[in-house]
């Protein structure tokens, strides 16, 4: 069993950055993909990114590559997606997923476990 909790959300302006955390319980956090999602009212929850266990792999969604990074501390059990020049259509809550799986997927139902979100609005 892992529980997730992020944060890190906030109100912030077109162009602005934001970290978002993610902290998880448990003992076998390095065991598990972790990936980033968001979802806005009346959308489909959708992929933001991954992070493979060790770290060092990590795949994006075209609509942030470049802009938005994801990084964990397995020390920590935590994981990170920092996320810069953000718009407007960036606005969402923001999800952290875990995975036992071996590779980062796009699909969520690759995921088990996830947390509450934390709201993130990009005012114009």
């Known amino acids: 069993q892992v529980q997730l909790v992020e944060s890190g959300g906030g109100l912030v302006q077109a162009g602005a950055s934001l970290r978002l955390s993610c902290a998880a319980s448990?003992?076998?956090?390095?065991?598990?993909?972790m990936a980033w999602f968001r979802q806005d009212p009346g959308k489909e929850r959708e992929f933001v990114g991954g992070?493979?266990?060790?770290?060092?792999?990590?795949y994006y969604a075209v609509s942030v590559k470049g802009r938005f990074s994801i990084s964990r501390d397995n020390a920590k059990n935590t994981v990170y997606l920092q996320m810069n020049s953000l718009n407007p259509e960036d606005t969402a809550v923001y999800y952290c997923?875990?995975?036992?799986?071996?590779?980062?997927?796009?699909?969520?139902?690759?995921?088990?476990?996830w947390g509450l979100g934390t709201q993130v609005t990009v005012s114009s």
């Open positions: 997923a875990a995975g036992a799986g071996g590779a980062i997927y796009s699909d969520r139902n690759r995921y088990t476990y």
């Open positions: 448990g003992r076998t956090f390095s065991t598990y993909v």
């Open positions: 992070c493979g266990r060790s770290g060092t792999n990590t």
